[in-house]
Each structure stands twice: as structure tokens, then as C-alpha cells.
């Protein structure tokens, strides 16, 4: 990438694209989707194979590729077969790190039970994917190597209730301190993996800083305390701003959006941007998420227009879905700027999204998309 004055082709077969009045920007990040599901629809869910679930990903890997992302890092529902595909060219899509499950407690975020006794998991347990339930120390340990040993590149864990559960709240605290602390020392030494936290409420995200937790998704309540706590452990914040928002975009053209994650999405929905706001200008880490999935899939770069809105700039926006992106999955060695001997993730944009940031919503916008060297999407 340079000049072409600059540029040594190192023989005659390379293909040289020439990008003129265009914008070149590294691959973009997303750190946080899910590609099991693609927009919220719990009746659909019910009705879903579980293996027809991961055909149904395909166009939602597809689309995402296309918008420019060409990382991500997926929160709960993705399997090592999936991540597999895409490496083996089986499939186009992002390069991925996985969750796989979703750890949480009984009666918690991502326990889909009902009062009338049934259960409703949008993101059931699988061969492939082991149930995310657990309590108590010793439960938590054998889960996390349940989960590593399923190809897990990172744990997810709720440590708080959330908006698309029907039996908690945003501010409940779910697992203990001490059950926080087996998650990351047992991930760290069994396989130096991370861990992630769906972490809404703010004793719940400072439980989760505390233990040692790498990234805090959504953030929504995280008050003066937990941004102290944030900065002094280096964590990271994925704001994922667009998903309340996409609760009550999906609520309003007739979506199957249960009453009380509508009504859950309307009471977080100011709050959230408020507080990442407060945090990004305290100087948080903050990386590029969507919670895509709540939302369709290829739409994920709304959220760096919803940043702009609480604060950022465009271009603090763009950093933070990709070098900052690139640090929060650990993959900083690899991907998120364009430096020699870095993976050859690239676009090219037909507007200047410093300029204009929302002009990224519209995928026609992105002209070109390069993974790892390989044109996956051409229209220069």
C-alpha cells in the first residue's frame, strides 16, 4: 500500500489496483456479534435445527466480509466447525476468535428458562457447544475447560443480568467475586486465554475489572468508580451502542421483540450513551462492538456513527475498530494497522469517512475488500 511512485512490484504477475479518489484504511473489527443468530427473532428460534442455524450463518459471514470487517471476534454461538469453514475457504466471511458458550448462573443472562417452566435458548447447547450453566467454583472451573476444550479462544461470562433475558435486569449482579477469579485464572493457565464480560450494571462490571477480566461488554451502568477501576487494569469497553437501539428499531416494524426486552431497551438507552461517553473522555480503552445479530449482520458500522455521538471523533472511531480493535482480541501482532509483516487486511472506501463517518453504513460505499492478501470483494 503506498504510492505508486513508491511501489517495487516484486514481479509481473502481482495485481497492482489503483485507488485514486478513494480512501484505504486497514480491515475493519468488529468485537463483538454473533453470527448464530441474525436479528432477534425468538419464535424463529424455537423452530430452528440447530445445524440448519449454522447454513443460516453463512449470508450473515458473507455480508459482514463485504461491509469491511474482515475480523471478528464472535460472543456466544459460533463453533470451532465455523471458524473452520471460513479458514478452509468452505466459506466467505471474517477471520474469527470464538467464545463458543456463554457462562452464566442459574437464572441469569443467557439462562433462557421461563416462569412457565420452559426454556427459551436462542443460543442452545449443541455437540459443539457446550451449555454455558454453571455454579459455584467448582462448576465454573470444569465449565471453562468444557469450553476450551470445545476450541474456545476466549471465555464469555455474564457477570450481570441484561435487556434480552426475561428473568433479571441490566443491574443484577450474576457469579461471585470469587467465581469471576477461577474464570480468568483457569482460562489463563490452561490456555493464556482472555476473558470477556456482558457486564451492564456497575457493581457487576467493577466485580468483573476486579477479578481481571480483559474487556467489559455494553457498560451500560459503569459509574465513576468502575472507570477508575478500568483505567488502572488497562481494560477495555465495547460499547455496543447500536443494540438497544436495534431492540426498538426491530419492536417498531413489527419484529417478534418480547415486551420486556423492549421495555428494558427503552430504559438503558440514554443512560448507555451517556456513560461510554463519560468513559471514552476519562481515556477508557474503547474497541468497535455491535452485538451484531441483535442487529442484521453487514450493518455494524452504524456503531461508529452512534460513537461520534457520545464523543468520539471519526477518527478516534475508526482507531477503536482497529488498532484498538486489534489489542482488545489480542491480535495486535496481525491485524488493525498497515505495517510490513502485518496479515494484508485492507479496504478502500469511496467516500472519506473522516469527513463523513456515517458514509461507512452504506456498504456500496466500500469498494474494496482484501483479507489476508486475497480480493474478496472488487467494485473500483
Request: hydrophobic share 40%; with cysteine.
Amino acid at each position: 500500500v503506498g504510492r505508486k511512485s513508491d511501489i517495487r512490484l516484486p514481479n509481473s504477475d502481482v495485481q497492482m489496483i489503483d485507488a485514486q479518489g478513494g480512501t484505504i484504511l486497514p480491515g475493519l473489527i468488529d468485537t463483538h456479534v454473533h453470527f448464530i443468530f441474525d436479528g432477534v427473532n425468538f419464535m424463529a428460534a424455537m423452530n430452528t435445527p440447530f445445524s440448519l442455524g449454522y447454513y443460516q450463518a453463512i449470508d450473515p459471514m458473507r455480508r459482514t466480509l463485504e461491509a469491511g470487517i474482515t475480523t471478528v471476534r464472535d460472543a456466544g454461538g459460533a463453533d470451532l466447525g465455523m471458524k473452520q469453514a471460513v479458514e478452509q475457504g468452505l466459506i466467505a466471511g471474517p477471520r474469527m476468535q470464538i467464545s463458543i458458550s456463554i457462562l452464566t448462573i442459574t437464572g441469569g443472562h443467557g439462562d433462557g428458562w421461563l416462569p412457565s417452566g420452559s426454556s427459551l435458548d436462542i443460543i442452545p447447547p449443541t455437540p459443539g457447544r457446550p451449555s454455558g450453566l454453571c455454579d459455584g467454583v467448582d462448576e465454573v472451573r470444569k465449565k471453562v475447560r468444557e469450553v476450551l476444550r470445545a476450541g474456545a479462544e476466549v471465555i464469555k461470562v455474564c457477570s450481570t443480568g441484561g435487556v434480552l433475558s426475561p428473568t433479571d435486569h441490566p443491574e443484577f449482579t450474576q457469579f461471585t467475586p470469587e467465581e469471576l477469579e477461577v474464570m480468568v485464572q483457569e482460562a489463563a493457565y490452561r490456555r493464556g486465554v482472555k476473558v470477556m464480560a456482558h457486564a451492564q450494571g456497575a457493581e457487576g462490571i467493577k466485580n468483573a475489572v476486579r477479578a481481571g477480566i480483559h474487556s467489559i461488554e455494553h457498560g451500560i451502568y459503569v459509574d465513576d468508580e468502575a472507570i477508575e477501576l478500568m483505567l488502572e487494569r488497562g481494560t477495555f469497553l465495547v460499547p455496543t451502542l447500536l443494540a438497544p437501539l436495534a431492540v426498538l428499531e426491530a419492536a417498531e416494524s413489527g419484529g417478534s421483540m418480547p415486551e420486556w426486552g423492549i421495555r428494558k431497551s427503552r430504559e438503558v438507552i440514554e443512560i448507555h450513551s451517556e456513560n461510554i461517553g463519560r468513559a471514552f473522555k476519562a481515556g477508557v480503552k474503547v474497541a468497535m462492538g455491535t452485538d451484531a445479530g441483535v442487529m442484521k449482520h453487514g450493518t455494524n458500522l452504524r456503531e461508529l456513527g452512534l460513537m461520534c455521538n457520545v464523543g468520539l471523533s471519526p477518527m478516534d472511531s475508526i482507531v477503536a475498530t482497529t488498532k484498538t480493535a486489534a489489542e482488545c482480541l489480542g491480535w495486535e501482532d496481525k491485524v488493525g494497522t498497515l505495517e510490513p509483516g502485518k496479515l494484508a487486511d485492507v479496504i478502500v472506501t469511496h467516500t472519506d469517512p473522516l469527513a463523513n463517518i456515517r458514509s461507512l453504513e452504506d456498504v456500496d460505499n466500500i469498494r474494496l475488500v482484501v483479507k489476508d492478501g486475497r480480493i474478496v470483494k472488487n467494485l473500483m
